[in-house]
């Protein structure tokens, strides 16, 4: 009431100036258009609208035009893209000599003729990472994770599984998402001494491919994941594989094949401590003599100075594990008291020097004394 007469006794002028200082003492509001700018990205990448904008930063194309080539509504995608020309996302040719429609590449629009950066925002910025947001706060209201709700799904691998098209979205987004680690990986620990090689919740299977390429000696490689994600991978086409490489459809819940070396990457991260128990019970009933597990996993830390990149990420992910996949970003202490509850004990923690590589946490079987008595 107080602040309406303020604004009626001052000319337009001013009230714009106020406006615009309020923004500007107001940071929080830079958030507030995020999540347009998210649905946004989906749908250029989705319509693959960079590459029909042209391959260069100097390419320039009506959005009337890319609209017919990609089936769209022109003066929807017209208006679309004008609003992520004020975020730097595509640059406006205005002015004299350019119809209207007309633009451009930035910096920004031009990362989405990588097929990797693609990948990535299809399953950050699609439909399931999108909708378990609206869950947020049952799962923080209740401390259970409800993002699934919003899905309509009993979880993200029931809505996977009834939705094969976000489902290969999926797979693809962790391939593009897992390969610029694969070779840190491979390399920070030694596996050549096993025979068999099992990746557990192993996906695409880029990892295992690699850790055969670079281990000769291995006889087998198993990667082993749920049905569905062969079935739907394969619908891609033939991949190109080491000739030891087999995929294995299962249900770790269930059973995993037998092995003496099982990696899991970004796996245990999705489930909770009695789910991981029930995970780890099923290695150890499966593992040969001698074996080792491999969790390739990030680690949580105090958040004490700098908020680096790897920080923030952490962050973030333990968030959207939280309120989409009931699992966590594990403390070394976290990983200690629910690897005491299995037949393990971590034998050491090799930590990566690159910022966004996982850590290992290396297992082994705890061993048993048993005193005979007389
Ligand atoms: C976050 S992805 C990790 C993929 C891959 N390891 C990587 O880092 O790119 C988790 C994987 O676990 C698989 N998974 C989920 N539930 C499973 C189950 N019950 N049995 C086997 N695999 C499962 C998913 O299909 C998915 O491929």
Wanted: glycine share 6%.
């Amino acid at each position: 009431m107080e602040q309406n007469l303020i604004f009626q006794s001052m000319d337009s002028d001013s009230i714009m100036n106020l406006m615009s200082r309020a923004v500007q003492h107001m940071p929080i509001k830079k958030f507030y258009g995020n999540q347009l700018m998210v649905k946004c990205i989906y749908i250029c990448a989705k319509l693959r609208i960079c590459e029909n904008l042209g391959n260069s930063l100097e390419s320039k194309k009506s959005c009337y035009d890319i609209a017919k080539e990609v089936g769209a509504h022109g003066e929807s995608l017209y208006r679309m893209m004008r609003a992520m020309t004020v975020e730097g996302f595509f640059s406006e040719c205005l002015g004299e000599g350019f119809e209207k429609g007309i633009f451009q590449h930035t910096n920004l629009s031009i990362q989405l003729l990588n097929e990797v950066t693609r990948d990535e925002a299809l399953v950050h910025c699609g439909t399931a990472f999108f909708l378990s947001w609206e869950s947020l706060y049952e799962t923080v209201m209740t401390g259970k994770t409800s993002g699934f709700k919003s899905l309509d799904s009993s979880s993200l691998w029931d809505f996977l599984k009834k939705n094969p098209e976000a489902d290969i979205e999926f797979t693809k987004g962790m391939a593009s998402m897992s390969t610029p680690y694969h070779q840190n990986l491979v390399k920070m620990v030694d596996f050549s001494r096993f025979e068999i090689v099992c990746d557990v919740g192993g996906s695409h299977g880029l990892l295992l491919n690699e850790i055969l390429k670079n281990y000769p000696t291995i006889k087998q490689g198993l990667n082993f994941d749920q049905p569905i994600v062969f079935e739907n991978l394969n619908k891609l086409g033939k991949r190109d594989l080491d000739p030891r490489f087999s995929d294995v459809g299962g249900n770790f819940f269930e059973s995993v094949p037998q092995a003496d070396c099982y990696v899991f990457k970004l796996v245990l991260h999705n489930w909770n401590d009695d789910q991981c128990v029930q995970i780890l019970d099923n290695v150890s009933k499966a593992m040969r003599e001698n074996g080792k597990v491999y969790l390739a996993e990030h680690i949580m830390e105090d958040s004490v100075g700098d908020f680096t990149i790897k920080k923030k990420y952490i962050a973030w992910t333990d968030l959207h594990i939280m309120n989409l996949l009931n699992g966590k970003v594990r403390s070394k202490s976290e990983w200690d008291k629910l690897i005491s509850r299995t037949d393990f004990k971590i034998d050491q923690i090799v930590e990566s020097d690159q910022e966004l590589t996982q850590n290992y946490i290396i297992l082994s079987k705890k061993v048993i004394h048993v005193t005979l008595l007389k």
